[in-house]
């Protein structure tokens, strides 16, 4: 055999190979079809998947003959296609796909304990059991269980995960002058409900904190303890009674003379702060010291805000400092001039 011939023969037997390693692959490829069905706008809680079939459902449909074996690659990307999420293969789970077509949910196809997660994502994952809000792809793929070589073509939708908006305080509304004599019995919170709707009810931790003379509204809430801390599941609305009727040691009357009220009764001149706890087993509420709060002078300032907890007690959002998942905070002063105004 001439030098020539040994060439060529040797060109094709490489293409050869190369065209038969190709049939394999795309006979390998094709011995299952998949169909992947996903909710455009999924819960921002990845667990939430599982509970719901209607957010995501693969079905397998087999190419050949049924009773392969094999493993499923599911991928999380951005939108410019960087992989932030993938599934851990020694770890997966091998399905039998004995029938014809199998449907699977996100139990199978995104179970979160064998997914790796990489970065921002990852921390923001651990911490809140979300991703941060993005558009997303979520891609799925069929692959042997020894040496993962793809038995299906890979298979891809695209999904948003929405930003939370959290509670707006609508009243008392910032700067609002309440009339003492109507606040003393009750004072009413309301405030706008976090959107969107979320598939488990939240729980709205709402803190008023008392402005002390000397402070600017922003300092008493981040140095003073709360007189109001409690936490309401789902409702919108809170009405607190502060007891604040007795606790003026000095009001005005109509004329304009002033004039003494009992204090002990409400048991103020316990030491400073004047401090008298109420009973509530998942709420603080304190009485307010006459002298430091300005009440004495007929008028006290507070400072009041919401925090927003998911269902596991978390801040629905997690950021850094102590701020987290809470609304902008609004002060409102109590007063016998109020009707003045």
Request: hydrophobic share 40%.
């Amino acid at each position: 055999m001439t030098p020539g011939i040994k060439i060529k023969f040797k060109k094709m037997k490489k293409i050869f190979l190369l065209l038969l390693i190709n049939i394999v692959a795309v006979a390998a490829i094709a011995q299952f079809k998949l169909t992947l069905v996903l909710s455009a706008t999924p819960p921002a809680t990845l667990t939430e998947w599982a509970n719901k079939k209607e957010v995501l459902t693969l079905l397998v449909s087999s190419q050949g003959s049924a009773g392969a074996d094999a493993k499923i690659k599911t991928q999380i990307k951005t939108i410019d296609g960087t992989v932030i999420g993938t599934t851990d293969l020694a770890r997966a789970r091998t399905i039998s796909f004995v029938n014809a077509s199998t449907v699977l949910t996100a139990t199978e196809v995104l179970p979160l304990e064998n997914m790796i997660f990489t970065g921002k994502y990852k921390n923001t994952l651990d911490k809140t059991g979300k991703l941060p809000a993005d558009n997303y792809i979520l891609c799925v793929q069929l692959v042997r269980p020894v040496d993962y070589v793809p038995v299906s073509e890979e298979v891809c939708k695209n999904f948003y995960l929405a930003g939370l908006q959290l509670p707006v305080l609508m009243k008392p509304y910032n700067g609002e002058v309440l009339d003492i004599k109507i606040a003393q019995t009750a004072v009413i919170f309301r405030w706008s409900p976090l959107i969107p709707r979320q598939s488990t009810i939240p729980t709205y931790r709402i803190q008023v904190f008392e402005v002390l003379d000397y402070q600017q509204p922003m300092q008493a809430l981040r140095s003073n303890q709360p007189l109001l801390d409690k936490e309401i599941r789902g409702a919108t609305q809170y009405i607190w009674q502060p007891q604040l009727g007795l606790l003026f040691t000095k009001d005005a009357d109509t004329t304009g003379n002033q004039k003494n009220i009992n204090t002990s009764e409400a048991g103020v001149g316990t030491g400073k702060g004047g401090i008298k706890k109420g009973n509530s087993n998942s709420s603080t509420e304190k009485n307010i010291n006459t002298s430091e709060a300005g009440l004495g002078s007929g008028k006290a300032t507070f400072i009041w805000t919401i925090q927003t907890l998911d269902a596991n007690g978390l801040p629905v959002l997690q950021t850094a400092g102590n701020g987290e998942a809470r609304s902008e905070p609004a002060f409102f002063t109590m007063s016998t001039h109020a009707h003045k105004r």
